[in-house]
């Protein structure tokens, strides 16, 4: 699988979160994404699975059954954990009898009955993965896999990720549990300043220098990246969205708790699909007239 030139951003005249990344991943490639919060790690991850559409640039030879875990599992559906997954099964055309090894191997026979919304973080995480791997994927795409697992599954999980890779299938993980630094061959990629690295064997990411003692978030993390707006030229086609100003008498600033929030324009029909996106990557954000 190959990015070219990938580019991705919220909306015309927003900063860039990712700009002109190039990478090569071949089958059997186990790949761990590091990187600041804020920095883009989640919207690589959407981008290589297929659920966000880049700005700009391409992405080449996905394979093309892919299995996608999000960090947090939406559990705001109306079904039991068995009837999602046998729903899910039939919508990857396997058969549902295919739930019934990885409910076993993910530690989840316990709960099959209950209703998604009743689930623990980690019950609910499970079902997240288990749904990534109902068809053997050539691409499986994972958002923090270790968070929330007992240690059973903590344990399982490397042994199907191997598993994945022996088949010829590529392995993207975001991790901050660090459940994959004693692999051999471990790729690892850093994701810093708009674009991605391939870091040296032993090689560390940089510190932030923006996070002290306290560890609270700078105020680049409210939004997206730090960078000033790109003077590239927008891309055909996209619409006039969120935006920061770089006149700071135009952009409202203050700290709550500790934590600075940034005022972001967008165009009304915008508003709630921008502030979702900005969600889904762990920021705050709120519309104005919502509580802080």
Known sequence: MRLANLSFRYARRAPWVLHDVRLDLPPGTVAEVTGRNGAGKSTLLRLLAGTTRPTRGTIAD???????????????????????????????????????????????????????GDLSKGSAHKVGLAQALLAPPGLLIMDEPFSGLDAETRAELPRIIEEVAAAGGIVVVSDHQSG?????????????????????????????????????????????????????????????????????????????????????????????????????????????????
């Not at 960090?71 to 997954?85: N, R, S």
């Not at 046998?86 to 099959?112: C, I, Y």
């Not at 952009?251 to 979702?276: C, F, H, N, Y």
């Open 62 to 116: 996905r394979p093309p059954i892919v299995g996608y875990a999000p960090e947090i599992f939406p559990v705001g559906q109306p079904f039991t954990v068995i009837a999602y997954l046998s729903h899910m099964a039939a919508v990857r055309g396997v058969p549902a009898s295919a739930v019934t090894p990885w409910a076993e191997r993910l530690g989840m026979t316990t709960f099959l009955d209950v209703p998604l």
């Open 180 to 292: 994959l630094a004693d692999r051999p061959g471990l790729t690892r990629l850093a994701v810093e300043h708009n674009t991605v690295r391939l870091l040296s064997p032993g090689e560390a990411l940089a510190p932030d220098p923006h996070i002290g003692a306290s560890e609270a978030p700078a105020a680049d993390d409210v939004f997206a990246e730090s960078t000033p707006l790109s003077s590239d030229t927008d891309a055909p086609g996209e619409r006039a969205g969120p935006r920061l100003s770089p006149d700071p008498t135009d952009r409202a600033e203050t700290v709550v708790s500790g934590k600075t929030v940034i005022e972001v324009l967008v165009d009304g029909d915008e508003a709630e699909a921008v502030t979702q996106k900005l969600r889904a990557d762990g920021y705050d954000a709120h519309i104005r007239g919502e509580r802080l």
